[in-house]
């Protein structure tokens, strides 16, 4: 059974930095692709940024480019999020998921995600001015 539990959410001012933590269980980081979404009330889930096995080619949403890094530990099996420069626009709940198949980047950014076969529970970033 998999499980990816999030972490590292927290409330911060604008230009702060965070680090997600995503710990997986029953699935091996390095595999296929994993990333992290995002989510407001209200709004579809987003795509924020993706890691591909292989050579570990990372994606991001233009959003974040030059601010988030994505990366992974397949030793302790984790995925993380480095997150600086945060703005208000950034607030919400974060989520890390998994694929046991290479997905286009289309389907990560441009479809929330869609073929993804894991999903965290999402841990809360809330960032104010």
């Known amino acids: 059974q998999v499980q990816l539990v999030e972490s590292g959410g927290a409330s911060v001012q604008a230009g702060g930095s965070l680090r997600l933590s995503c710990v997986a269980s029953g699935y091996t980081v390095g595999s296929y692709c994993m990333g992290w979404f995002r989510q407001v009330p209200g709004k579809e889930r987003e795509g924020v940024a993706a890691?591909?096995?292989?050579?570990?080619?990372?994606y991001y949403a233009d959003s974040v480019k030059g601010r988030f890094t994505i990366s992974q530990d397949k030793v302790a099996n984790t995925l993380y999020l480095e997150m600086h420069n945060l703005k208000p626009d950034d607030s919400a709940m974060y989520y890390c998921?998994?694929?046991?198949?290479?997905?286009?980047?289309?389907?990560?950014?441009?479809?929330?995600?869609?073929?993804?076969?894991?999903w965290g529970k999402g841990t809360l970033v809330t960032v104010s001015t």
């Open positions: 890691i591909y096995a292989g050579d570990d080619t990372t």
């Open positions: 998921a998994a694929a046991r198949r290479f997905l286009p980047t289309t389907w990560i950014f441009n479809n929330g995600g869609h073929g993804m076969d894991f």
